[in-house]
């Protein structure tokens, strides 16, 4: 199901489902999807396009408390 809204505003339960899979814009949403994601314990995909438009990047976060989360990716 597609969600057109805000990310911040959905309920935690909104987000539970077998996978997330997003194309976030901001580091924020990516920051509040990486919380739920790992309290919820759902896998979780982001992709995204560098600002040149020419790559490309997909992540995946599996759950778990020995897996690396979107804040250990960075600086």
């Known amino acids: 199901t597609a969600i057109f809204d805000k990310v911040e505003r959905l309920p935690w339960g909104t987000l539970r489902a077998d996978v997330i899979f997003t194309c976030l814009d901001s580091r924020r949403a990516r920051m509040y999807v990486n919380l739920v994601s790992r309290r ?36």
Do not use: H, K, Y
């Open 40 to 75: 919820v314990g759902v896998l979780w995909i982001d992709a995204g396009v560098g600002g040149g438009g020419q790559l490309a990047r997909v992540s995946v976060f599996p759950p778990g408390a020995d897996e690396p989360c979107l804040e250990c990716s960075w600086d």
